[in-house]
T-cell receptor, first 114, second 112 residues
Framework: AQSVTQLGSHVSVSEGALVLLRCNYS??????LFWYVQYPNQGLQLLLK??????LVKGINGFEAEFKKSETSFHLTKPSAHMSDAAEYFC????????????FGTGTRLTIIP | NAGVTQTPKFQVLKTGQSMTLQCAQD?????MSWYRQDPGMGLRLIHY???????DQGEVPNGYNVSRSTTEDFPLRLLSAAPSQTSVYFC???????????FGSGTQLSVL
């Protein structure tokens, strides 16, 4: 079964600093990878998704992620953190194109320091 | 366009009680699912449905029942609540053959 591992359950960065949230996948076949964001007291919403069209994927709110097969990674980055980025971020994987049955990681809570 | 609507937002049950968490979507999505979210464990899939009349089990189905009589509704039933079912429950829906899920705002359930 597909799985993802998120390193670091809590990450704190200063406002304006680089955001880096880590996700590694475990898959013997090309995976379909996603990042979702959960703001306080809300459901999750899709930030971006990788479906093999391009290794660098741009998402909403200035976030992007790079698929690196050699490192089995799909880390999420943003060049300059904003206070509104404070949320919990989940990496997820699907084992097939068009398969909505996603497996989520354990999440990383991002705190922005003023 | 309301999206995915979950009711209630909060619920407290006693051990052994039963209840139904409601989920409705107005986007005509064929796929619907239920997840539970627990600290340090992320979201885990309970049950899912790929269309009216079709349901299947996810990763943690024990203690939960579902049915899908219409495209719009996908209720989750707890037959005999246990403290281990204390969690935040999310309903999600998606278009056929599209991995993007739309989530409801969640139901916070406490079982005493």
């Amino acid at each position: 079964a597909q799985s993802v591992t998120q390193l670091g359950s809590h990450v704190s960065v200063s406002e304006g600093a680089l955001v880096l949230l880590r996700c590694n996948y475990s898959s013997s076949v090309p995976p379909y990878l996603f990042w979702y964001v959960q703001y306080p007291n809300q459901g999750l919403q899709l930030l971006l998704k990788y479906t093999s069209a391009a290794t660098l994927v741009k998402g909403i709110n200035g976030f992007e992620a790079e698929f690196k097969k050699s490192e089995t990674s799909f880390h999420l980055t943003k060049p300059s953190a904003h206070m509104s980025d404070a949320a919990e971020y989940f990496c997820a994987v699907s084992d097939d194109f068009g398969n909505e049955k996603l497996t989520f990681g354990t999440g990383t809570r991002l705190t922005i320091i003023p | 366009n309301a999206g995915v609507t979950q009711t209630p937002k909060f619920q407290v049950l006693k051990t052994g009680q039963s209840m139904t968490l409601q989920c409705a979507q107005d986007m005509n999505h064929e796929y619907m699912s239920w997840y539970r979210q627990d600290p340090g464990m992320g979201l885990r899939l309970i049950h899912y449905s790929v269309g009216a009349g079709i349901t299947d089990q996810g990763e943690v189905p024990n203690g939960y029942n579902v049915s899908r009589s219409t495209t719009e509704d996908f209720p989750l039933r707890l037959l005999s609540a246990a403290p281990s079912q204390t969690s935040v429950y999310f309903c999600a829906s998606g278009e056929e053959r599209d991995e993007k899920l739309f989530f409801g705002s969640g139901t916070q359930l406490s079982v005493l």
